[in-house]
């Protein structure tokens, strides 16, 4: 879990909450209009605890949201482990920094001051793009399907036989 920002401010929000499930790599981002502790914890509760569970670790550098009586309660309360990145050293928690550089420069490549309406498209671009270390997307582990993308006229039909194959091993 970490912070991008601040941003350029947009209907109140300037700050970006991002978290990344170290497994299959799936990535979420909220906007926030702020950094304290409360507004952290509702946006992680309301993205990532809601829709797919508390998490059993939680990784942070140690900013100082992440340092608070109530931003540990909370840990506690949902029972995750915390893990704190090395002071002053960002690649200590690489795989979220590196997604940090993925998600911001999505945002530059489109004409729009308002980033926090392209994020939703962004964020769809990168769950479906394959991960050269994983050889697969991140939209396909959680989901167990190719996810067809608007514009898209044709399904590869070697995605298709990948698909059939899935089915098959799950009714098995």
């Given at each position: 879990?970490?912070?991008?920002?601040?941003?350029?401010?947009?209907?109140?929000?300037?700050?970006?909450?991002?978290?990344?499930?170290?497994?299959?790599?799936?990535?979420?981002?909220?906007?926030?209009?702020?950094?304290?502790?409360?507004?952290?914890?509702?946006?992680?509760?309301?993205?990532?605890?809601?829709?797919?569970?508390?998490?059993?670790?939680?990784?942070?550098?140690?900013?100082?949201?992440?340092?608070?009586?109530?931003?540990?309660?909370?840990?506690?309360?949902?029972?995750?482990?915390?893990?704190?990145?090395?002071?002053?050293?960002?690649?200590?928690?690489?795989?979220?920094?590196?997604?940090h550089r993925s998600l911001k420069?999505?945002?530059?490549?489109?004409?729009?001051?308002?980033?926090?309406?392209?994020?939703?498209?962004?964020?769809?671009?990168?769950?479906?793009?394959?991960?050269?270390?994983?050889?697969?997307?991140?939209?396909?582990?959680?989901?167990?399907?190719?996810?067809?993308?608007?514009?898209?006229?044709?399904?590869?039909?070697?995605?298709?036989?990948?698909?059939?194959?899935?089915?098959?091993?799950?009714?098995?």
């Amino acid at each position: 879990m970490d912070i991008v920002g601040p941003l350029p401010m947009v209907k109140g929000y300037k700050y970006v909450l991002t978290m990344i499930d170290r497994y299959t790599r799936w990535p979420e981002a909220v906007s926030i209009a702020g950094m304290a502790d409360k507004t952290v914890v509702n946006a992680s509760y309301s993205t990532w605890v809601a829709r797919f569970c508390a998490p059993a670790t939680v990784t942070t550098d140690r900013a100082s949201q992440f340092e608070t009586d109530f931003f540990n309660a909370i840990t506690n309360l949902v029972d995750a482990q915390r893990v704190r990145t090395t002071a002053y050293h960002p690649a200590s928690n690489g795989m979220i920094e590196r997604w940090h550089r993925s998600l911001k420069s999505a945002i530059m490549c489109h004409e729009n001051d308002s980033w926090i309406d392209i994020l939703p498209t962004v964020l769809l671009g990168l769950r479906t793009s394959i991960k050269e270390d994983i050889k697969t997307a991140t939209a396909e582990l959680v989901y167990g399907t190719y996810l067809r993308l608007p514009g898209e006229l044709v399904i590869d039909s070697a995605r298709m036989e990948g698909q059939e194959v899935y089915s098959r091993n799950l009714r098995s």
